[in-house]
């Protein structure tokens, strides 16, 4: 019989088997550079070892390393650790638990990618032999306090407008191909001064400060293990967090808390609010943020059009999906979408 190395299952059987479980979960992230010569070979051993531990997630793995964020039954999290160190390339992980707990994946991807972060940079714009420095939490604040340094969100402007640390510069951009020529243009006038990255895990700030020293910025410290390590210590150091809000994050649960200070806003009402929705239009599916009053008002869709359309029977949708004047729905939520309401 063959193997199937990839999930088949429907949502719906997804959900079905997460609603069964009798068992915790637990969320783990990790992230290595480190030469794969071989992605596909190493991805189908990794499917394998990850579906015989009954783990879901999301992996990517590139000719320079591998990224993952895993749901992981406790009772199996000490064995899949173990046999994850065992290979040959993934010695001395380090493993980071989630903030906060909850189901975070229905499914397991193990993917093959051109890069584990999608900068899209070219190879001479970086050497990963030479990155920022790495800073404690504890370090990471004492040098946010020096009167010259400059802090700087490594994150999509979705993650950072529910939670960033207080004095940060936050890129207006959606996707990771942005970021580097945004920062380097929005920090082009402190080449001298400390500059300090930090993203969820600390993935994307090993390769950003990387670009950044290449183009010429002489001071780059990274946050070690990004928000996620931050809190952790903050909450069992004891530190004072000058991250305030919530760590966004890529799987179902969206968010999580790191402080009860809420920095949104509404897209809708513009009231305070920090809960990511994914629009319930089918057709449409944009991120954006709404608060509990207009989730009722709008069925939890973006806007009176996505509302009415969510309503429409089945068949009507479809109808819809093939006319070629349909609406082409954007990617980023736009606030011409609330003004045509
Ligand atoms: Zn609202
Ligand atoms: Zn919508």
């Not at 030469?35 to 499917?47: H, N, V």
Request: one cysteine or more; charged letters at 30%.
């Amino acid at each position: 019989m063959k193997e199937y190395l990839y999930n088949k299952k429907s949502i719906e059987e997804l959900k079905a088997d997460l609603q069964k479980e009798n068992f915790k979960r637990v969320t783990y992230s990790f992230y290595k550079y480190v030469t794969i010569d071989q992605p596909e070979k190493f991805r189908d051993r990794l499917y394998k070892l990850c579906s015989k531990n009954n783990v879901l997630g999301r992996i990517y793995i590139a000719n320079e390393g591998i990224n993952a964020q895993l749901s992981i039954p406790e009772h199996n999290w000490t064995i899949f650790k173990d046999s994850l160190s065992r290979l040959e390339k993934l010695k001395k992980l380090q493993f980071k638990k989630a903030i906060e707990d909850g189901n975070s994946f229905l499914k397991l991807i193990v993917k093959v990618k051109k890069e584990i972060v999608a900068y899209n940079v070219d190879d001479n714009d970086v050497d990963m032999e030479v990155v920022g420095k790495h800073l404690s939490p504890q370090g990471f604040n004492e040098k946010i306090d020096q009167h010259n340094a400059v802090v700087v969100d490594m994150r999509n402007y979705y993650e950072s407008e529910v939670g960033r640390f207080e004095s940060a510069i936050a890129p207006n951009v959606a996707t990771s191909r942005e970021l580097l020529p945004a920062v380097k243009d929005l920090i082009k006038s402190h080449k001298k001064d400390p500059v300090l990255l930090y993203c969820t895990g600390g993935i994307r700030c090993e390769k950003a400060s990387s670009y950044l020293i290449q183009n010429g910025f002489e001071d780059v410290y990274q946050l070690s293990g990004g928000i996620i390590n931050y809190a952790h210590e903050v909450r069992s150091k004891k530190i004072k967090s000058k991250f305030k809000g919530k760590n966004f994050v890529f799987d179902a649960r969206m968010g999580e808390r790191v402080t009860s200070d809420i920095i949104g806003n509404c897209y809708q009402c513009g009231m305070r609010s920090d809960d990511h929705k994914d629009c319930n239009n089918d057709a449409c599916h944009v991120l954006f943020i709404q608060c509990k009053d207009c989730e009722k008002e709008f069925l939890g869709c973006c806007s009176k059009d996505c509302m009415n359309f969510s309503k429409l029977s089945e068949n009507e949708r479809k109808k819809f999906r093939k006319d070629p004047n349909k609406i082409v729905y954007k990617k980023r939520y736009s606030m011409r979408a609330l003004n045509s309401n």
